[in-house]
Each structure stands twice: as C-alpha cells, then as structure tokens.
C-alpha cells in the first residue's frame, strides 16, 4: 500500500481532481494518501474515526498541514466546501448496511462544491468464483501469506476477510468484517445524492474497467448546487 508504484498513481489522479481546490479525505487514518497529497500543495482536511489512527498521523512528518477532524464519515460534517472528496482502499465496505453507505454518499456530497468529485477505490465482489456450496474464496497468498474472503450472508452482502500471517514469532489472523457492493449500487447511491458518474477505471493508472476487473476507481461530480 506505501509503495511508491500504488502510492505515486493514486496521488496523481487525486491531484488533477483537487485541480486548484481543497480535498477532504473521509476515514483519512494514518495519512498513507492524505500525506502526500497535502505534500504536492494540496489543503487537505480528512475525517477520522479511530483517535488512535488520527494520533499517528499527528506524529508523522507534514501532519501539521492535515485538518483532522474525529467522527463518523457517514454523518460528520467539517467546515468549508472541497473540490474533492474521496475515500480509498475498501473503505465503504466499513460501513456495515446499505443505508450507511447511502447516508456517507450523501455526506460527501454535502461538502462538495458545484462541479466538484467524489471518488471510491473498492473492489468487485468475487461471487462468481465461488463454486457451488463454498462460501470462501482466496484473493491473495504468498510465502507467510494467505488471505481469503469468507461471504457470510448473501442478501444482507456481508463478508469477512481472513488474513493469515506467518513468521518467526508463530501464525496470527486477522479479520476485517465488511458489507460488498456492486459498482451499479453505487452509482444509484451517487444518484440518489446528486452526483453523477463521470469516470469508471479499473484502477488508478486509468485502465478501462471491464467485466473481468477485481476493483474500480469510480469518480461521481456534483452536477447541481
């Protein structure tokens, strides 16, 4: 995730959005994006729920150029209205039923100025590879490494993600409980908002999204006031 080959293209997108405005990252944790972003000229804000997350980017480097405010990105509003708002990595998946996902649709159009972007960065779900009575399927593994999601009710689209990690120390796992969407659930809720789709990308290089991308970067703007 900090590696310069994600970090450098996601940065860069983000940057030609924010054009000559403000962004507001919403769940901004530790400031992997909000940090470099900031660092390019950018005046950044970001919303945070964990004050352990927001303490560490307060201890990092450029952190004094952040805004941090704590509360909930589905409900908190700051002061000011942002040429962009964006919410990276999975991070929609947090917010655990429709209606949460709808309301922080609705938050961050409420601080977009007209003309201005929201932006997702999430994956597909992976449904079709489940083979018929499974219920998990492995997204990633390597040496010390597996990791899989386990769908754990269907039509509420709730997941769990299972990470494994193996080293000198023992075997440890890790779960992150998460709600999937579907990008054409998401473009409703961008509607339902007052935001229109303007650019779909398989990823942050801009590749065309096609019906066999993992994930998307989708980009909604404000049409009306």
Excluded at 73 to 80: C, D, L, P
Excluded at 88 to 111: K, M, P, W
Excluded at 127 to 134: D, I, W
């Amino acid at each position: 995730m900090f590696d310069a080959d994600v970090l450098g293209p996601t940065v860069d997108v983000l940057e030609g959005l924010a054009d000559d405005g403000a962004a507001l990252e919403l769940a901004v944790g530790t400031g992997r994006v909000a940090l470099p972003l900031a660092a390019r000229g950018v005046p950044v804000s970001g919303i945070e729920l964990s004050t352990a997350m927001a303490e560490q980017l307060r201890a990092k480097d450029g952190a004094q150029r952040i805004a941090v405010t704590i509360g909930d990105m589905a409900t908190t509003r700051v002061e000011g209205a942002f040429r962009l708002v964006y919410l990276v990595y999975n991070t929609i998946g947090n917010l655990a039923t429709q209606d949460r996902q709808v309301a922080c649709f609705a938050n961050a159009a409420a601080h977009l100025e007209p003309g201005g972007c929201f932006v997702v960065e999430v994956g597909v779900p992976d449904l079709r590879r489940l083979p018929p009575g499974e219920d998990a399927v492995v997204f990633s593994h390597a040496p010390g490494y597996v990791g899989y999601d386990r769908y754990t009710d269907l039509v509420a689209q709730q997941a769990t993600s299972h990470h494994f990690v193996a080293d000198g120390s023992g075997t440890r796992e890790f779960t992150t409980p998460f709600r999937y969407v579907w990008p054409s659930e998401l473009d409703l809720m961008a509607e339902l908002s007052g935001l229109s789709r303007r650019d779909r990308w398989a990823g942050w290089d801009r590749s065309p999204f096609t019906g066999e991308s993992t994930s998307h970067v989708s980009v909604w703007e404000k049409t009306g006031p």
